[in-house]
């Protein structure tokens, strides 16, 4: 039987052991399933959602029109992150979109009485930046470290992350969670210029119940 590792979401905690000793989840918890061998994985094979878990699914998010002196695909970089929407060496424009949308499900999860650890699943959308033949998936999964999915599984400690080309450093949020997601190309997103739209489901931890 191949080893399995989970992380408990509710209360958060990561623990390795074997599959029978963990499943079923006991009463409002939720079980992440993390590749075995991996002290760093981005994503977990599947999450466990036990019997009363109480659970927030957001609508689809994209970025906000926050670059009020650009059009198109620059008019939705987070100035405040990127100020006057320049961006540094080798950011691409889907990572700084990517940033957007994910500043942006924080704000949505916090209105709701939740965190970034708490997310348990997550689909991502997708469109190919103009002049390109396909969509930057390397530049959203170096958005998505930023605030997914950035700690050692063995010890807690918080793992650097790079922005663009630049030396990995601190990510923007630390944070163990690894969610389950899929990430699909879409020819055209709902609001001209976006390049990303995101959707997040979170478990609300039994303690805070």
């Not at 009020?68 to 990127?82: K, M």
């Not at 998936?137 to 997914?148: E, K, S, T, V």
């Not at 969670?177 to 709902?190: C, D, G, K, T, V």
Request: charged residues 15%.
């Amino acid at each position: 039987m191949v080893g399995l590792t989970v992380a408990l979401v509710a209360p958060t905690a990561a623990v390795a052991g074997s599959k029978w000793s963990q499943f079923p989840p006991r009463g409002g918890e939720t079980i992440s399933v993390l590749p075995a061998g991996q002290d760093n994985p981005s994503i977990a094979n599947g999450v466990a959602i036990g019997p009363e878990a109480a659970i927030y699914k957001t609508s689809g998010l994209g970025p906000s029109r926050l670059n009020t002196g650009a059009s198109g695909e620059l008019a939705y970089i987070d100035t405040e992150v990127f100020p006057g929407g320049q961006l540094p060496p080798g950011v691409t424009i889907t990572e700084a979109q990517g940033i957007n949308v994910l500043r942006r499900i924080g704000e949505n999860l916090e209105a709701a009485g939740l965190t970034y650890e708490d997310v348990i699943t997550m689909r991502v959308f997708l469109q190919n930046p103009a002049g390109e033949a396909k969509m930057d998936f390397a530049g959203w999964n170096r958005a998505y470290r930023q605030f997914f999915a950035n700690t050692s599984v063995s010890t807690g400690e918080a793992i650097p992350v790079p922005i663009g080309t630049a030396a990995p450093a601190a990510p923007m949020v630390v944070n163990p969670a690894r969610p389950s997601r899929f990430a699909l190309e879409i020819e055209n997103l709902p609001v001209d210029g976006w390049l990303v739209e995101v959707e997040v489901d979170a478990a609300y931890p039994v303690k805070r119940r």
